[in-house]
């Protein structure tokens, strides 16, 4: 079973992120404008922001994950075939809601492949799910660079129809690997006055917004505004999957793990603000396409790393219910960042924008080592 789930995710991540390496390119190109983009992307998120806890509480309460497993695949499919038929903004706006809605089954998707592994193996597996998705990511991208510039934006589509249709059929064959014991819904809810994890899913509403507004969104639009043909910006979308995958392996890995998540959350923050900066200061192209490099592997590794931060103190339980939390958290910067961004580009330059965005990731920064410097302290007494 955990084989079979394995695949399935795959094609999830696959049929999700096709269009995505040119779906601001394809926007711009119909007239569409920042402000109605940083929307179309940033309703997506809203969809995660608001379904992704309430899908962590039930998956607790019920001790079962299948049934968003189907959904999550349906709803991709669905969505795709929305845009396919309207290609418009109104289209990709309600393809990105359904979008939305699929991305948010992915915790149960964790939850599910863990549960096929020993207790030994938990990190592991979940580490190795966390793999699996940037890798579906890969694929897409890959895909979406080679077809892009002579099969357009439908033929993208219609990939994303046809994975998440084998998606769909796999996951009936899928089976609840372990029955949870029910817990009580008002502990569940309860979960979110843990204070770390509170803390350390404020920083992936940061994280995550900046990866969404910049790296996959802006800067390839901003490479697209320089002259390139279309499968320049594949290719920085290629090389900021594949710094992901990296840097989320090295994450899982003991020799990299010595020092520990206070010793890298703070400087890869850092790592993403110097990003960001790099981005605005040249108009090189391949300066800017390298520049994808360092974003992917601080999306990677921070993922990793925030993660399991914040669910650090979390019982078993209730562990479900926490990365629902977590994941509807970041899932704001998924919303809001790209609208904020969108709109300083729209008023002001992509310039201020992304000055803004290094201002965020240097307070995360900042906070970040306040934080454990408190931790050290409380410790010590």
Not at 273 to 282: E, G, N, P
Not at 328 to 356: C, E, H, Q, R
């Amino acid at each position: 079973m955990s084989n079979l789930l394995f695949l399935i995710m795959i094609f999830l991540w696959l049929a999700l992120y096709t269009y995505i390496p040119f779906q601001v390119t394809y926007l711009s190109s119909i007239n569409v404008d920042s402000s109605m983009i940083g929307l179309i992307l940033g309703l997506s998120g809203a969809s995660q922001m608001i379904l992704r806890f309430p899908f962590g509480i039930i998956t607790d309460y019920i001790g079962k994950c299948k049934i968003f497993v189907v959904l999550g695949c349906a709803f991709i499919t669905l969505g795709s075939i929305i845009r396919l038929i309207y290609p418009n903004a109104n289209g990709f706006l309600i393809g990105g809601i359904f979008a939305g809605i699929s991305a948010s089954t992915w915790m149960m998707y964790i939850v599910l492949y863990v549960s096929f592994f020993d207790k030994s193996q938990e990190h592991s597996a979940s580490s190795k799910s966390l793999t699996v998705s940037v890798s579906g990511m890969l694929i897409a991208f890959i895909i979406a660079t080679i077809s892009y510039e002579k099969l357009g934006m439908n033929f993208l589509l219609i990939v994303s129809i046809i994975s998440g249709s084998i998606g769909l059929i796999l996951s009936l064959f899928l089976k609840d690997n372990i029955e949870r014991k029910k817990t009580n819904l008002k502990d569940l809810i309860l979960v979110i006055k843990n204070k770390r994890l509170l803390f350390f899913s404020a920083l992936a509403i940061v994280q995550q917004g900046i990866q969404m507004s910049a790296a996959v969104a802006f800067t390839l639009d901003r490479i697209r505004k320089l002259g390139v043909e279309s499968y320049i910006i594949g290719i920085a979308s290629i090389l900021n999957m594949l710094s992901a995958i990296i840097s989320a392996y090295l994450s899982s890995r003991k020799f990299v793990n010595k020092l520990g998540a206070k010793f890298y959350i703070p400087i890869i923050f850092l790592l993403l603000a110097l990003y960001c900066i790099i981005v605005i200061m040249t108009d090189n192209i391949i300066i800017i396409v390298l520049s994808q490099i360092l974003s992917g592997f601080a999306a990677g590794m921070l993922a990793s790393y925030l993660t399991s931060e914040s669910i650090k103190e979390i019982p078993i339980e209730k562990k479900s219910s926490a990365m629902g939390f977590f994941q509807a958290s970041y899932a704001i910067g998924i919303f809001i960042y790209p609208i904020i961004t969108g709109k300083l580009v729209d008023i002001y330059s992509i310039n201020i924008a992304y000055i803004v965005l290094a201002i965020s990731s240097i307070l995360c920064t900042v906070l970040s080592i306040i934080y454990y410097k408190v931790e050290k302290n409380n410790c010590k007494k």
